[in-house]
């Protein structure tokens, strides 16, 4: 079952921490915006800072999706890099939508 990973993961760390991969391209620092792919490099800089306490990883699409196709293949670029680098962590992508009535 997918949700034995995460209890795996949280047992390894002995911690319950989902860092949000919530890349707002206008709130980026600097250093990153001029950067090829901003927001992967940023993700990979959060991700590289805070994997050994992290059970989970979890994107938010909609800032992606702000930035187009540029924006969700960056989005692709972090999740390989995690599937790549990190295969133990959990990874969730926050699709959420509003609805009114």
């Known amino acids: ?16 921490l ?5 890349s707002d391209f206008e709130k980026l620092p600097e250093k990153f915006k001029s950067l090829k792919n901003p927001q992967f490099e940023f993700n990979k800089w959060i991700i590289e800072e805070t994997h050994e306490y992290a059970s989970a990883f979890k994107a938010n699409i909609a800032f992606y999706e702000a930035r187009g196709d540029k924006g969700i293949q960056e989005l692709k670029k972090t999740m390989e890099f995690l599937q790549k680098n990190y295969p133990d962590i959990f990874t969730i992508c926050d699709c959420k939508r509003s609805s009114h009535s």
Not at 1 to 16: F, G
Not at 18 to 22: A, K
């Open 1 to 16: 079952m997918i949700i034995n990973k995460y209890n795996q993961r949280a047992k390894k760390t002995n911690s319950l």
């Open 18 to 22: 989902c860092v949000g991969l919530d």
